[in-house]
């Protein structure tokens, strides 16, 4: 990473902690369940790297929160840290498990197929009556080591929590992104056959994608489950995955920032269009997408790129 | 760079483009009187496949409601204007998306605009999620059609109410109604949609049809995926059954695509169908609602709304403006705005605008008469309403060329809901003690 980049991110980190002091409350619980989906989105960017596209990531999303749940219900544990932790852990064994037979496909057969594994999910949580089925079930309110906050410190802290651990995540991820593995899934997605030639085992590239956009996903739901208090089957449905999809696009796969920036203005937006147009709200999200895919084909990433490139081309 | 050449399938770009373009009828849309007072958040299905039956019908219930109220003509006892005479600013909401989403649009309503009252929700998952929401907010939320008993049984709530009756008495009067109406079945089916409102509506059925008459034998239990709109496999296996009679809560599209469908094969001519929530589909079946069909409409509303000058007036102001009578979800909404309004007026004492704490404790336990006839907020700690509900059967009159429902039976409030301080399940299991028939 260069410098300036580093001061970049350093400085947003800065920025989004300062406005957890003074934004209102209503904001902050908007850029809360942003940022937990931007962790959703940044695994997403992490598959769509290697020229994979997940239309099931619903799967490790619902998973990271159903387990906050029910670890809360039946667990007793309240640790907003800890429960974070076993939601993600949870979601990335999953994706560990169903990773044997997703590694093995490509293209649309791996998007299907993770989508069919999302919807399964789905079709259990919606039979299991003792869960609520479709209605879903409440989350306890969680406590950060002992201090057990409420309204408005509690909703501050879960923000912080959110900060915490997408810049942790985000850090993680862009040493990963640098890394031998990482670097591999571009040449993945052009040419497979070059890899393996190359002595790299492109089936285990892509498993421990599949682990890693899984924990980040499960993870995003453990805090989305907190920030709302409350789960339902829905979290697992395809439409929940095309969303995060969505995002994808309209932050676009060309930074760790872009997920989280994407993520946020596809939240204000939403957010607007049911102010503004409260019965076609569909349609205006519709077209910031559209118009995206026009203008900034490699979404709103691409800005900060092109920024570095103006830049760059100034002065040689 | 990254989607240069070889993108994963500009295909998929389209469909998730083209599956949130889809665009919901367009509707007046409200505008808010000038110098308003009193600010509500109306939250309700604006788009997506609960609009049409309860979402558009509940919020043009209230957008007729307020604007009366406003123009200070509702019929005494609610003639003041607005809210004790501060007017009010209504603001809609569209309640599809996600939880999160629901959640999120909540606190918008509650912590960015300020308003005084949040009224709305048709989901009852909607509802489980926005009631620790709107406590920990100390908001003043009003639930108009979620059906789910689970909202006060869990816990007591101070900030949320509900006027209209929970879920529980549509089943229990239904199973009520078809003893007393048909004596000689001696086995029933059930079809409903498989998630929690036909799972909790067979439930609650089948458990009161098991005390009032132990012996009947249920024979078929489908449960056909939500908005499946196709049920042939689900008609031939009913007409395999013996069975007289078949409970269905199914509502709208699916509804109206099942009555379509089972017309073809006559099987309402062997069984007949029980519909809990037929009430929202007469005026638009009109004569493809096979004639015998029982039909609830969630309380005593629609045409079976007791006969009174509120109940007139209300029919009337709201088919002059939309072409087309209430339906439940209308009158529910109708009466949670009413119930608000009285609380209102209740705790304004002076000039000054009563607090939240003030409506809220002027709420609990209130009792009024409203369009779909008087209702008590009796249980959940005085926070939600039980009311008298009915039943009856459908004929399309022809000679008038419109729906009636004849034969009702009314169901005090005391018959088919359980007393304070009980859960509804476990009343029910229990044998329906201390129901006063």
Redesign the interface.
Known sequence: MVWSDRIAAGSAFLAAVIAGFVL????I??AT?AFANGLVVLGLIVM??A???S?GQALYYCMGGYAVALIGRWGGVTDALLLVLLGGLSAAGVAFVVGFLLARYR??FF?MLSLALSMILYGLL??T?SL???????VTAPTFLGYAP??EE?LVALYFLVLVVCATAALLISAYFRSLAGALA?PV??NELRVEFMGMSVSRLIHTKLVISGLLAGTGGAL?AL??????P??SYW??S??F??IT?LA???SVGAAFIGSLAF?SV??FA??ML??????L??SV??LT?LFL??GLGSLIQRLHWGRKAKAP | MLFAVRTPGHAFLWFVLFSLLDVAPIQAQNVAPPGATVKLGIVSFLTGPAAAPFGIPGRNGAEIMIETMNAGKVPTPFNKVGFGGSTIDAKYIDETGSTANVVTEFRNLVQRDQVDAVVGYVSSGSCLAVTPVAEELKALTVFYDCGTPRIFEEKPRAYVFRVSPHATMDNVAAARYLLAKKSDITSYSGLNQNYAWGQDSWRDFAAAMEVLAPKMAVDKVLFPKLFAGEYGAEISTLLTSKSQVLHTSFYDGDLEAFIYQEQARALDKRMTILSTTGETAIWRLRDKMPNGTIIGARGTNGPLAPDSELNRWFQKIYSDRYGIPPTYPAYQMAMSLLGLKLAYEKAKTGEAKPTTDEVAAAFKGIEFEGPSGSVKLAIGDGHQGISQTAYGTYRFNKEKNEPEIVDVVRFPAECVNPPAGLKADDWIKDGMKGAKC
């Open positions: 209102p409350d209503w904001m619980s908007l369940i769509w790297r020229g994979l596209v239309f293209e649309i998007a919606v039979k009556e609520g089925s479709t209605d879903g079930l409440n409420h309204q509690l571009i997605r052009d989305v920030a709302i208090g409350h789960v339902d829905n979290m439409t929940t095309g969303e999809v969505f696009i676009g796969a060309g939240e939403r957010s049911f102010t409260p019965q076609l709200w569909q349609m999200l519709g997408l559209l895919i084909p490699q």
